[in-house]
Nanobody, 123 residues
Framework: QVQLLESGPGLVKPSQTLSLTCTVSGGSITTDYYYWSWIRQPPGKGLDWIGWIAYGGNTFYSPPLKSRTEISRDTSKNQFTLHLSSVAPEDTAVYYC???????????????WGQGTLVTVSS
C-alpha cells in the first residue's frame, strides 16, 4: 500500500518561498502511470489543485499559480517537492500531497493522500 507523508516548515514569512517535501513509500514515483500532485485547502475553503509531476518527470501547474510554482523530484529518495515563491497570507492552507492515477485517456482518480500539513504565512 502506497503511503505519502508531507514535511516542511509550518510557518513561512510573506515574500519567502514555501517548500514542502512529500516522501513516498510502498511504491515508486517513477511507476507508470501516476502523477504526483500537490493540493491545498485554505481555511474555510475548498480544495485547490496546485500541480503535479508525472512518472516521467514532466510537470504541469494550475494556471493561476504557475508563475510561482515549481515541483521537482529526487528519485533516489522517492520524494517530490513543492516550491511556492513570493507567498502571502492568502497562501495559508493545509497542504496535501497525493497520487493521481490515469485510468484512461482523459480519465483519472486520486487514490492515495498524505495526511496534510498546515502552513501558515505570517510575519
Amino acid at each position: 500500500q502506497v503511503q505519502l507523508l508531507e514535511s516542511g516548515p509550518g510557518l513561512v514569512k510573506p515574500s519567502q518561498t514555501l517548500s514542502l517535501t512529500c516522501t513516498v513509500s510502498g511504491g515508486s514515483i517513477t511507476t507508470d502511470y501516476y502523477y504526483w500532485s500537490w493540493i491545498r485547502q485554505p481555511p474555510g475553503k475548498g480544495l485547490d489543485w496546485i500541480g503535479w509531476i508525472a512518472y516521467g518527470g514532466n510537470t504541469f501547474y494550475s494556471p493561476p499559480l504557475k508563475s510561482r510554482t515549481e515541483i521537482s523530484r529526487d528519485t533516489s529518495k522517492n520524494q517530490f517537492t513543492l516550491h511556492l515563491s513570493s507567498v502571502a497570507p492568502e497562501d495559508t492552507a493545509v497542504y496535501y500531497c497525493a497520487r493521481l492515477a490515469a485510468t484512461g485517456w482523459g480519465q483519472w482518480a486520486l487514490d492515495a493522500w498524505g495526511q496534510g500539513t498546515l502552513v501558515t504565512v505570517s510575519s
